[in-house]
């Protein structure tokens, strides 16, 4: 019963850290898919920006109805500071749009989001902490423009963001995309496109359909090739929890040794009797097997009842690991943890464990049925 | 000693010999037992403690095996067969009665009467009809529904009789049935068995130490040493 226990809410925390990993960052900045020049997946640079944004203007509008979009600029540059300077990627923006696919407005905790002022830039309390600024100051932004040179804007900061994921937050800030694209001399330009289907689901879908219909030179990746270690470590763990499970049965199995030898030990007098009047060695057997199933059952019963009795709120108000935050946050899931209960979980632990029970059962029965009936008749 | 109809003998024993290893000594605990037990026969074995009364009775009843020698029930020789069907024969043609009583302590005593029959594979309302009726019988029909710890010593050894015949076996073996029992109640048992046997004819050996209860039987076998003494009918 521990065992189911243990089972369920592990798995369903996991999992829960899991997909909130991959959500945060879909939701925080990569979107679902997101359209580059082909080449800039390796090398982020402007020269890999995007200067004929409206043949990818064309096709994203053929799922208009279906589909939310944005467009970015980015580069990497340096925000200073009159105390310091740090390495940024510096994200131009548009900032209605980017609402509607991505959460970054949602992290804002101090000051406000971008207002569409050529001037405004928001970073991450983090780095105005290094940089020592406040709301309100004004930083020097620098990158290479297009042509080489180096181009410079000043900005004051409207608002401070703070996400999940404090790798992300050190080296992230956002600027109007206009601003952005006339710092960099790259009036037009897109370094990526993203697009968020309402429905998740269909993100492959809309994605081959983009890649047919774009010319060559273009490439449309989804969140499983932009986030790929994530995705292969929710894909492991899937894997993985096999050993888990196996884990669990293997701890399941003595513990029912252990009980049934118990049980067929207390009651060898019985049992010797029961052979004696004419019960077969099969008969014994299969009631041992019996008996550790309905234990099974029960036990399974009685663990599924306590682990949703716990996930169920939850799964609601979350899991706040507060105390481990530091740690959380460098891995990008969040402090509050959303526990998800999968119906494979259920349905594995509803499967393994009486089978488990039955297992473990069978030495005790082995034992069962070698007893000698004059024996243990003549203990009494 | 013209006690043998050898054709429709229920036990024939020859030449049984027991040996036990009492920690590498051997003990010989029977040596050289010839013995038939035909239907309808209520024989007691008597003897002196450690004369190999137990260890007979759970060699004819196929819970023990001869060192050496052959026991045939109903003409067929138990040595050939498996402990499966040693099981079965136990279950259909034999019925036991032991000095502990040995009922199993969690079911009523209905229940226990309708375990053999169960194991039978009878089915339930049958089972239940005919527990009742031998609970009846035996003048514990009022005690059905409760536990075996609830009972006298006397009235958990109905029961026990109650389920050694409700598969109406060829033959009940009764291990000291009424050692732990007070001397009346010892008696009135007894009557119950020779009522059982003379009204029903069922075939009863039994060993017993007590004066009473030897006194009743009709055919009298006393073992000395692991030998047969004495084998006679009284009546
Ligand atoms: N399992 C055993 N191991 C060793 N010796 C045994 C074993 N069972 C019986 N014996 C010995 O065999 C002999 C016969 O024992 P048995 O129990 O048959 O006698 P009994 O006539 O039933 O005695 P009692 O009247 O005390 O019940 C005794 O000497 C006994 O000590
Ligand atoms: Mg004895």
Known sequence: MIGVIALVLTDAISIGMMQQMLTNQIGADAGYIQIHRKGFQTDPSLKNSISNASTVKAAISKDAASCKTSERLRTFGLVSSAYNSSGVSIVGIVPDDEKDVTTIHKYVVKGSYLRDNPDEIIMSTSTADKLRLELGDKVVIMASRVDGSVGSEACRVVGLFETYDSGFDQTHVYIPLTTAQDMLGAPGRISEFVVNPVNPERTETVARRLEADLPAGFEVLTFKQMLPILVMQLRLYDQTIYIFYAIIAIALIFGIVNTMLMAVIERTHELGVDMAIGMSNRRIFRMILTEAFYLGIIGTAAGLAVSLAVYVPLSRSGWDLAMFSESLNSIGAGTIIYPVLKATTLINTIVIIPLAAVAGAVYPALRAVKLQPVETIRMS | ?235
């Open chain 2, 1 to 235: 000693m013209d006690t043998e109809k050898s054709s429709s003998n229920i036990v024939r024993v020859e030449g049984v010999r027991k040996v036990y290893h009492d920690n590498g000594v051997p003990v010989d605990a029977l040596r050289g037992i010839n013995l038939t037990v035909s239907p309808g026969d209520f024989s007691v074995i008597a003897g002196p403690s450690g004369s190999g009364k137990t260890t007979l009775l759970n060699i004819v009843g196929t819970l023990d095996k001869p060192t050496e020698g052959k026991v045939f029930l109903d003409g067929e020789d138990i040595a050939s067969k498996t402990r499966r069907q040693l099981a079965d024969i136990r279950l259909r043609k034999i019925g036991f009665v032991f000095q502990a009583y040995n009922l199993n302590p969690v079911l009523s005593a209905l229940e226990n009467v309708e375990f053999t029959m169960m194991l039978r594979g009878v089915e339930a309302a049958e089972r239940k009809r005919k527990g009742l009726a031998l609970l009846e019988e035996l003048g514990i029909g009022e005690l059905a529904h409760k536990r075996p710890n609830e009972m006298s010593g006397g009235q958990q050894q109905r029961v026990a009789i109650a389920r050694a015949i409700s598969n109406d076996p060829r033959l009940v073996l009764a291990d000291e049935p009424t050692a732990n029992l007070d001397s009346e109640t010892a008696v009135r048992l007894l009557e119950l068995m020779e009522r059982l046997n003379h009204h029903d004819g069922i075939t009863f050996v039994f060993s017993s130490h007590d004066p009473q209860v030897i006194g009743r039987a009709h055919r009298l076998l006393i073992l000395k040493d692991g030998q047969i003494a004495t084998d006679k009918i009284v009546q």
